[in-house]
């Protein structure tokens, strides 16, 4: 069974698309930390991040660079945090997020975002690339 980022990436379910090449896309996640939080995905649906082959582990860390210099300009912050956690969906995904403080990293008991909110994030980011 596809997962939902495959299902995403393919357009059986909508998705605010930040980027989308030959290998991965970038879409803004439903219940973001804070606002511009993105995931970036491979298209080839891979659970465990160590498997990646290295190729893919790059150019995913290079378009991530890319979007977080995109971050920084339409979401002033002192950083962009990256992680990788694989718990919530069995499809490498890296998490980008602009924060400002420690205590804005969390991926528990987030109010899931209005679709004009993702919508307006995902331009914003867009705009800036």
């Known amino acids: 069974m596809a997962s939902i980022f495959t299902r995403i990436i393919q357009g059986e379910i909508p998705g605010h698309f930040v980027w989308e090449d030959e290998q ?13 939080h993105l995931l970036v ?5 891979i659970d465990h991040w160590d498997d990646l082959p290295p190729g893919l ?3 995913l860390m290079s378009v991530s660079q890319t979007l977080a210099k995109a971050l920084k300009q339409a979401f002033p912050c002192e950083r962009v ?6 718990l919530e969906v069995p499809h490498v995904h890296l998490h980008l997020a602009p924060i400002d403080a420690m ?15 993702l ?9 800036v690339l």
């Open 103 to 117: 205590e804005d990293i969390r991926l528990e008991g987030l109010a899931q975002a209005e679709p004009g909110q």
């Open 41 to 45: 995905i491979p298209r080839q649906e």
């Open 24 to 36: 991965c896309v970038a879409i803004m996640t439903l219940n973001p930390m804070r606002p511009g």
């Open 57 to 59: 582990a790059a150019h």
């Open 81 to 86: 945090a990256m992680m990788i956690v694989g």
């Open 119 to 127: 919508a307006e994030a995902a331009e914003r980011i867009r705009a």
